[in-house]
């Protein structure tokens, strides 16, 4: 596909929001499946020693260079990386889609309540969104049989699944086969920030570049996970070197 990179050998599709919409659009129409991953450093990391997750963003249709870490690191490889498509913001950006194709969204994952406040903002901010239902995140393996039914049976096109990376990524891909949603995406944190119980960074931060700071300041629980930051830039900086 046109505007593919390779960081740390990982296949990254540098497409723009715009052509990423343009992508999903299509997939709905065509009833083809998309299964999509928004790509930061940590996971990028993750897929060095975890051959399972480096294996499920192989067989993803779209894996999208979320994180400023992603975008600086192909770029300072020499190639062509158009913007950052974050997961939030390409969240928002499908609910209009949603809306304009009659898609039918299902919220799955975050804590209980959660993702029905998240629908609830979404609707408010587009009326006519045809919400497929809601469910929290925290269930036994047990149950995965039971959600995949209920949400097949609410005829869900777009399935948005908060359950953290790469946890998110692994249940839609071992589901895939069986669920008949045409788009799965992992959306991390999308639901929190959208019910008001996290906070995305300023504007300013974001055109910075310094999210993943604002994050780190808000919640230092994350320092450890941060730690793949300058992990990444190390290989990143050697990688070219040699
Ligand atoms: N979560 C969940 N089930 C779990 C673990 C996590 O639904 O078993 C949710 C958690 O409540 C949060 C989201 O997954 O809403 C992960 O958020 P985080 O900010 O860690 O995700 P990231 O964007 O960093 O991947």
């Given at each position: 596909?046109?505007g593919?990179?390779?960081?740390?050998?990982?296949?990254?599709?540098?497409?723009?929001?715009?052509?990423?919409?343009?992508?999903?659009?299509?997939?709905?129409?065509?009833?083809?499946?998309?299964?999509?991953?928004?790509?930061?450093?940590?996971?990028?990391?993750?897929?060095?020693?975890?051959?399972?997750?480096?294996?499920?963003?192989?067989?993803?249709?779209?894996?999208?260079?979320d994180?400023?870490?992603?975008?600086?690191?192909?770029?300072?490889?020499?190639?062509?990386?158009?913007?950052?498509v974050?997961?939030?913001?390409?969240?928002?950006?499908?609910?209009?889609?949603?809306?304009?194709?009659?898609?039918?969204?299902?919220?799955?994952?975050?804590?209980?309540?959660?993702?029905?406040?998240?629908?609830?903002?979404?609707?408010?901010q587009?009326?006519?969104?045809?919400?497929?239902?809601?469910?929290?995140?925290?269930?036994?393996?047990?149950?995965?049989?039971?959600?995949?039914d209920?949400?097949?049976?609410?005829?869900?096109?777009?399935?948005?699944?908060?359950?953290?990376?790469?946890?998110?990524?692994?249940?839609?891909?071992?589901?895939?086969?069986?669920?008949?949603?045409?788009?799965?995406?992992?959306?991390?944190?999308?639901?929190?920030?959208?019910?008001?119980?996290?906070?995305?960074?300023?504007?300013?931060?974001?055109?910075?570049?310094?999210?993943?700071?604002?994050?780190?300041?808000?919640?230092?629980?994350?320092?450890?996970?941060?730690?793949?930051?300058?992990?990444?830039?190390?290989?990143?900086?050697?990688?070219?070197?040699?």
């Amino acid at each position: 596909m046109a505007g593919e990179i390779t960081v740390l050998g990982v296949r990254i599709n540098a497409l723009t929001m715009k052509d990423t919409l343009t992508n999903i659009s299509d997939s709905i129409a065509n009833k083809q499946r998309m299964f999509i991953v928004t790509a930061n450093t940590e996971m990028v990391m993750l897929c060095q020693n975890n051959e399972q997750f480096r294996n499920i963003l192989c067989k993803a249709q779209l894996v999208l260079p979320d994180g400023i870490g992603v975008v600086w690191a192909g770029k300072y490889l020499g190639q062509q990386v158009p913007e950052r498509v974050a997961g939030f913001d390409l969240t928002q950006e499908l609910f209009a889609v949603a809306e304009k194709k009659k898609a039918r969204v299902y919220f799955l994952g975050a804590a209980p309540g959660i993702a029905q406040k998240a629908a609830d903002v979404a609707i408010a901010q587009y009326p006519k969104l045809k919400v497929a239902g809601c469910r929290d995140g925290y269930f036994s393996a047990d149950k995965n049989l039971e959600i995949v039914d209920e949400i097949n049976r609410s005829e869900t096109d777009i399935l948005l699944a908060a359950l953290g990376a790469p946890k998110q990524e692994v249940w839609l891909y071992e589901h895939s086969e069986m669920l008949q949603a045409k788009i799965l995406l992992g959306v991390g944190g999308t639901f929190d920030v959208m019910a008001g119980t996290a906070m995305r960074a300023p504007k300013t931060w974001q055109n910075m570049g310094l999210e993943w700071l604002y994050r780190l300041l808000m919640q230092p629980s994350r320092f450890i996970r941060m730690l793949s930051i300058p992990h990444f830039m190390c290989k990143v900086l050697f990688s070219k070197k040699h």
